[in-house]
């Protein structure tokens, strides 16, 4: 290793750390691959170089192999090449590889600590960066300012964070415009704005990546305006000019607050500064315009794009879903696999939620099934859930089974409340309601959302067992569960069905009176239902008028009930309110008719159809469906 290299040996090497200063890669990849079938003997910056160059491409297995032939050359032990394998293995994820590294390394230096504590942290192994942050001091060496802002993110709470500040003041790299950035950083994931603010005023010379950490931050904590404010402030207060970070912030504050019109004045910024060719850029401005109600503009931008990754095309895909457009988002799933590009999880889960959402419940299953077969993994809650509903409408009990139990295997997450409710609702919804009361006895007593309770109450309504619905409709209020709108209506509909007319009138002034729910024409639909079965039709017709507009179907209800008990006074009410409503709709006049009838009244009889003759009315005449 200590030999001198002859000028051809070296001559390989240099053109090879040329080409990664330059950011070609996979070109310094290809001429160390040329370099070693030569037999050319590499020196002490070679294998570095390289090691950058996989971490850049994300590729591991050339690490890997980059690993083997560096240990063969006996370079494991050089305290830089071995910095940079842990720095490789750690910005590629595979954290034990760099551990392992790390452990064996004889010296090591504060740069090797750096690149396993970025590489923890990234990784979320915010114990484990914490650990390695403390090993550090253990040796005798003293942070840089690359440590402190590595471990920065690791602080998962305040106290935590500013013990590192303190540290960060302490040493004086609190000049330091990446240190600076990092604690804003690490202060607004904390829920801190107060002092993330008072950090960007005080820091001298602040860049845009300042500004840029301070609204993103803000973003993340739903502050979206300030957000906007910062952005604003950078853009009037400093010589720092907006770059993609600041316009994706930009771009996705419009997409949350719907503001069309200033996500179009930043899509005119970024056409002035030609920024458009930028993917993330044009992808944020899909997001936007499809959220913001403008999907013409986001196909648009979609269509001029040269360059398309995955991301973009899902991104189109929600676009048209959200926009109710289930053709055009499976014609352009069906694109995307023409243009090369093979469907992830996330492109699976937006084309069967969508087709859950339209009811299209034999293609679900059917994309359910290549997905599988294409062996893609990664199905979310949100799928699986549409995937029960499927079940719930085609009273699919085995496909719901087999789902339900996938889910519980392999999702740490399968106690999600409407996915529990969707379960219930299955099982009722196929007559298993023992089942249904399964879910609920271990999940939804513990509960105080309504969501679950409606679900069990719904569902014995459904399967004709109106008394438990009752009683657990009765719990529900014993245990104190806020009982919403559609809590009361699942226990009308249960008397209705069951024939409780003082229960049902109990309920409904409970329902005004205690909890000051207003009914809605659903609530009053099934009162009025209630009093018309049981020849309450004064007190149906007032209920008819507490309502601003009843439906026809209400009015069609109260008239059969003037029929059944011959009130021919309000049934004229009802028939004259009917053909408001339809004109040109002949059965309330026949059935006020038949009521004249039945109380031998012909003259009104004879009254009433010269009065629908001079309307040119005529009852359509009857008539068999029967071959």
Not at 176 to 186: E, K, Q
Not at 268 to 275: D, G
Request: include cysteine; charge should be neutral; charged fraction near 20%.
């Amino acid at each position: 290793m200590a030999a001198k290299l002859s000028p051809a040996t070296v001559a390989p090497w240099k053109r090879l750390g040329e080409l990664v200063s330059n950011g070609r890669y996979q070109e310094a990849l290809l001429a160390y691959s040329e370099a070693h079938s030569s037999n050319l003997r590499p020196h002490a910056f070679t294998f570095p170089c390289l090691l950058k160059s996989c971490a850049a491409l994300h590729d591991a297995s050339a690490a890997l192999q980059i690993h083997g032939h560096l240990a063969k050359s006996g370079f494991s032990s050089c305290p830089y090449t071995a910095t940079a394998l842990t720095s490789a293995f750690a910005r590629l994820l595979r954290l034990r590889d760099a551990r392992m590294v790390f452990d064996g390394m004889r010296e090591r230096t504060v740069p090797c600590f750096n690149a396993l504590i970025a590489g923890l942290s990234q990784c979320g192994k915010a114990g484990e960066a914490r650990d390695v942050f403390g090993l550090l001091g253990k040796e005798g060496m003293l942070p840089d300012s690359v440590t402190v802002a590595s471990v920065l993110p690791a602080c998962g709470a305040v106290e935590q964070g500013k013990q590192l500040h303190g540290l960060v003041v302490k040493t004086g790299y609190c000049l330091d415009r990446y240190v600076a950035t990092a604690l804003i950083t690490m202060y607004l994931d904390c829920g801190d704005s107060g002092s993330a603010r008072r950090i960007l005023e005080l820091t001298v010379g602040k860049g845009v990546e300042s500004y840029n950490a301070m609204a993103s931050g803000l973003l993340r904590n739903g502050e979206n305006f300030i957000a906007l404010g910062i952005v604003r402030e950078m853009i009037r207060g400093s010589s720092e000019k907006p770059n993609e970070t600041t316009l994706l912030v930009v771009l996705s504050v419009c997409t949350s607050v719907m503001a069309l019109s200033l996500g179009k004045e930043a899509h005119c910024y970024i056409l002035k500064r030609s920024m458009d060719c930028n993917v993330k850029i044009r992808t944020a401005l899909i997001d936007m315009y499809s959220n913001c109600g403008s999907l013409e503009c986001a196909y648009q931008v979609f269509s001029t794009m040269d360059e398309r990754n995955l991301v973009t095309w899902n991104t189109m895909i929600s676009g048209f879903l959200i926009h109710d457009k289930l053709a055009n988002a499976v014609r352009l799933f069906e694109q995307l696999r023409l243009k090369g590009f093979r469907p992830d999880s996330i492109t699976w889960n937006l084309v069967i939620n969508g087709l859950a959402h339209h009811q299209k419940f034999a293609e679900v299953f059917s994309f359910f099934s290549k997905m599988r077969l294409e062996g893609v993994s990664g199905v979310n809650l949100e799928t699986m859930t549409s995937m029960l509903s499927a079940c719930s409408a085609m009273s699919d009990i085995q496909h719901g089974k087999e789902i339900y139990c996938q889910v519980i295997r392999t999702m740490h997450d399968f106690e999600d409340d409407v996915f529990q409710t969707t379960v219930i609702d299955m099982f009722m919804s196929c007559g298993c309601d023992k089942y249904a009361g399964r879910v609920f006895e271990k999940r939804g007593r513990k509960l105080n959302d309504p969501a679950l309770w409606n679900a069990m109450i719904s569902g014995y309504g459904r399967c004709g067992k109106n008394s438990l619905a009752l009683k657990i409709f009765n719990e529900m209020l014993e245990q104190q569960v806020q009982p919403n709108s559609a809590t009361f209506l699942c226990a009308l509909s249960a008397c209705s069905h069951s024939g409780l007319f003082q229960k049902a009138l109990h309920i409904y002034q409970v329902m005004e009176n205690t909890y000051g729910i207003n009914p809605t024409v659903e609530h009053l639909s099934v009162m009025v239902d209630l009093f018309c079965r049981a020849g309450k039709l004064s007190e149906a017709y007032s209920l008819l008028l507490k309502h601003t507009d009843p439906p026809a179907s209400m009015w069609h209800s109260f008239l059969g009930a003037c029929r059944k008990y011959s009130n021919a006074e309000l049934g004229e009410i009802a028939a004259t309110k009917l053909y408001d409503l339809d004109p040109s709709c002949t059965t309330p006049w026949v059935i006020l008719s038949n009521i004249y009838a039945e109380q031998y009244r012909w003259n009104e009889v004879e009254t009433l159809k010269k009065s629908m003759s001079d309307k040119h009315l005529v009852k359509a005449p009857a008539r068999s469906e029967l071959v």
